[in-house]
Every structure is written in C-alpha cells, then in structure tokens.
C-alpha cells in the first residue's frame, strides 16, 4: 500500500503531516517551560547579580548573549521531537520507498529518487547533504542536486519558523503553517530543478535497494533525536555568538544614541534596505535580522531579542502585536528560500569546484525568495483589503 502508484505520495504527505502535528502537540509544553525557565533565570539569578555593573556592559549581557542565546535554547524542545520522528522515518526503511515513489517525477526535472533522499537530508543539514551528491557519478545530476538542497528546510530554519509561528499562529493552525513551509521547500526545489535542468543534464540511471521494514528500537529513537540536537547545538554556537555581538553592536553603536535608533549603524543600514524589502512587508528591523541570516540561519532567531531588546517571553508578545499573519508569513517563506548560510556556500565552492556555479547558488535563491514573498504579500494584502 505505500508503494502504491496512486496511494503512495499521498500516504508520505500524510507522514509527514501527521509528524508535524505530533511534534508541536507535544513540543509546544516543553518550549514554553523552557522559556519560563530562562525568564525566571534572569529575573531572579542574572539581573540582580549585574544590578552593579555599567549600563552598557548590563546592556550587552542581558539583552546580547543572555536573551539571544535563551530564545535559541527555547524551542530546543521542539527540535529534539523533530529528530526524534524523523529518524523514525528513516531507520524504518520508510525513506528508500520515498525516494523510489517519488523517482518519476523527479526524472522530469532531470533528477532522480537519490535527489530526493539528499533533499530530505538537508532537513537536518545542507551540509552533510550537499557532501553526499559525491555519490552520483554524473556531474550534471550532482551540480543539480546541489542546487536545489539548500531550499531543504534546515533545523536553523526550523527554529526561526517555530519561534514566529508559535508567536503569531494559533496552536491549531501552526502545524499547518510549518507543514506548509516544507511543502513550499519542495516547490522552490523542483522550481528551480524544471528551469536548470536542460543546462544540467543527467543520464545516470537510478540503482535503489529497499530495505526491509523495522521499527527502531527506544534507545536508538533517543540516540538519534540526541545526537542530531546536540551536533545542531555544538555547530550553532560559535555563529550565534558571532551574531549576537555584532547585532548587538550595530544596534547600540554609537553608545550616545538611543538603541536600534536611526541614528546607530543597524539604522542607516536598514535605511537602505528599507526600497527593497518594504514591498514584501518586512520592516527595517526584521531586515536587519535577514542581514544576519546570511552568516548563518540561527543568527536570525539570535538576533530579533537583541534588535527589539526584549527577552523571550516578552519579544513573543511584541512580534504578535507588531506583525499580522501576512507579514509573518512573508517574513518566513523570505527566510526559507533567500540566501544560503555561509557554511554551506563554502560546502557548495568545494564540492563543485566552480566560483560561477557557486555564485548562481548564492543569487538565484535570493531572487526567487523576493519574488515568492512579493507575490505572496501583495495578494494576500489585496484579497484582506475586500
């Protein structure tokens, strides 16, 4: 029956759907115990123990490391859930029948079933992902399968999504507000696939092995949601501190002017931006964030609480009064396709040996994200305005 031609694809949509709504079911309780764990933290422990020190520096600890690093650890929950299913999904041979189903489809877009598993992979990570096309021995199928792995939605993506759409979303409609971000991924993906794929040919046929079905064990269920949240947690760190000094500096720089003012480095640089990104409802303040984002996704969460200044709890509040569902919405699919992290620009320069198809990597998504949240923004905005 999962292999079925017809019931096949709607079946794993299904999966993944029902995975979603299991994650946030249970995640969402976590998360906020999390958050209020952090809050009481800094109430209690942190802010008086600074009561002492200079201003800036109170400044710099507080609304710098301490909040960006808290709202990161915050949907950490969630994200421990997420691997924990998905490496259900995959140890249980359920993954091999995807690609297999899916194999005719992508043999349109000049790709085969083995793209889609990369694609998968890059769920976690477009790194590791993007290192395995070294499998496909064709280098058109290669270059095309890099091409499309960084609009896999990755877990630094995932956190973002979570922390906007537990803000803004009802709790009944943020499952299907994430899902529908995974199903735009794919759009983006086989978008780009359908339009590449005549300068990127392949004529490498498919060899798959299905292997049998198992259920994994508890302990390796565990090992697996651990081991890939930790390695998220490990490898996110050094960017996000990266990120928050240097948003919390462009912020409060010159130390005279008032914080995220016109008048700091943060401001005349969102004054720039302001012509480019106002048409898809994003404001300077998020804009600035999106900068950041290029260093590295996780930087975009890291960021927010130092630009408005706020902790978890309370920035939560403040992204919910200031942005209608739209404007969020537009905020995440702009997030989900724009730019890749730096990481895996360096991924992409080493495994395709070419500054020019690197370049092409680093533009096209930049552009197809502005021109989806455009075409988003303003029809929603005109449909809500009858």
Request: glycine share 6%.
């Given at each position: 029956?999962?292999?079925?031609?017809?019931?096949?694809?709607?079946?794993?949509?299904?999966?993944?759907?029902?995975?979603?709504?299991?994650?946030?079911?249970?995640?969402?309780?976590?998360?906020?115990a999390m958050a209020f764990l952090l809050e009481q933290a800094k109430v209690h422990w942190i802010e008086p123990f600074l009561i002492s020190t200079h201003n800036i520096l109170r400044s710099f600890l507080l609304e710098g490391i301490y909040a960006g690093i808290g709202t990161v650890l915050s949907p950490l929950p969630i994200i421990?859930?997420?691997?924990?299913?998905?490496?259900?999904?995959?140890?249980?041979?359920?993954?091999?029948?995807?690609?297999?189903?899916?194999?005719?489809?992508?043999?349109?877009?000049?790709?085969?079933?083995?793209?889609?598993?990369?694609?998968?992979?890059?769920?976690?990570?477009?790194?590791?992902?993007?290192?395995?096309?070294?499998?496909?021995?064709?280098?058109?199928?290669?270059?095309?399968?890099?091409?499309?792995?960084?609009?896999?939605?990755?877990?630094?993506?995932?956190?973002?999504?979570?922390?906007?759409?537990?803000?803004?979303?009802?709790?009944?409609?943020?499952?299907?507000?994430?899902?529908?971000?995974?199903?735009?991924?794919?759009?983006?993906?086989?978008?780009?696939?359908?339009?590449?794929?005549?300068?990127?040919?392949?004529?490498?046929?498919?060899?798959?092995?299905?292997?049998?079905?198992?259920?994994?064990?508890?302990?390796?269920?565990?090992?697996?949601?651990?081991?890939?949240?930790?390695?998220?947690?490990?490898?996110?760190?050094?960017?996000?501190?990266?990120?928050?000094?240097?948003?919390?500096?462009?912020?409060?720089?010159?130390?005279?002017?008032?914080?995220?003012?016109?008048?700091?480095?943060?401001?005349?640089?969102?004054?720039?931006?302001?012509?480019?990104?106002?048409?898809?409802?994003?404001?300077?303040?998020?804009?600035?964030?999106?900068?950041?984002?290029?260093?590295?996704?996780?930087?975009?969460?890291?960021?927010?609480?130092?630009?408005?200044?706020?902790?978890?709890?309370?920035?939560?509040?403040?992204?919910?009064?200031?942005?209608?569902?739209?404007?969020?919405?537009?905020?995440?699919?702009?997030?989900?396709?724009?730019?890749?992290?730096?990481?895996?620009?360096?991924?992409?320069?080493?495994?395709?040996?070419?500054?020019?198809?690197?370049?092409?990597?680093?533009?096209?998504?930049?552009?197809?994200?502005?021109?989806?949240?455009?075409?988003?923004?303003?029809?929603?905005?005109?449909?809500?305005?009858?």
């Open positions: 029956m999962l292999l079925h031609p017809r019931l096949g694809l709607p079946l794993f949509f299904l999966t993944m759907y029902l995975m979603f709504e299991a994650v946030y079911t249970l995640g969402t309780p976590l998360q906020e421990l859930l997420f691997f924990l299913f998905m490496g259900i999904v995959k140890n249980s041979g359920y993954l091999s029948r995807a690609a297999f189903l899916i194999d005719a489809f992508m043999s349109r877009l000049g790709l085969d079933g083995r793209a889609f598993v990369m694609q998968l992979m890059g769920f976690g990570c477009n790194v590791p992902a993007l290192m395995g096309t070294r499998i496909m021995r064709s280098r058109g199928l290669q270059l095309l399968t890099m091409l499309i792995i960084p609009f896999s939605l990755c877990s630094a993506q995932l956190q973002v999504f979570v922390f906007v759409t537990t803000a803004v979303f009802s709790p009944r409609a943020a499952p299907i507000v994430l899902f529908s971000l995974y199903v735009m991924s794919f759009f983006a993906a086989f978008v780009t696939a359908a339009l590449y794929r005549r300068r990127l040919p392949n004529t490498e046929p498919l060899l798959l092995e299905l292997p049998p079905y198992r259920f994994p064990t508890p302990r390796q269920m565990v090992a697996d949601g651990w081991r890939e949240a930790r390695h998220f947690v490990r490898t996110a760190s050094g960017f996000i501190l990266f990120g928050v000094v240097t948003v919390w500096f462009l912020t409060h720089y010159p130390f005279d002017a008032d914080a995220v003012s016109a008048e700091t480095l943060a401001g005349h640089l969102t004054q720039w931006l302001t012509p480019l990104l106002a048409p898809i409802g994003i404001d300077q303040l998020m804009s600035l964030a999106l900068v950041f984002g290029f260093i590295a996704k996780e930087v975009v969460i890291g960021a927010l609480p130092v630009i408005y200044g706020a902790g978890e709890q309370s920035l939560a509040v403040m992204i919910a009064a200031q942005y209608n569902w739209v404007q969020a919405y537009s905020f995440m699919l702009f997030v989900l396709i724009y730019t890749p992290c730096l990481s895996t620009v360096a991924v992409l320069r080493q495994e395709s040996k070419s500054w020019r198809f690197t370049a092409l990597a680093v533009l096209w998504p930049l552009f197809l994200a502005w021109l989806v949240s455009f075409t988003f923004y303003q029809l929603a905005t005109f449909v809500m305005s009858l």
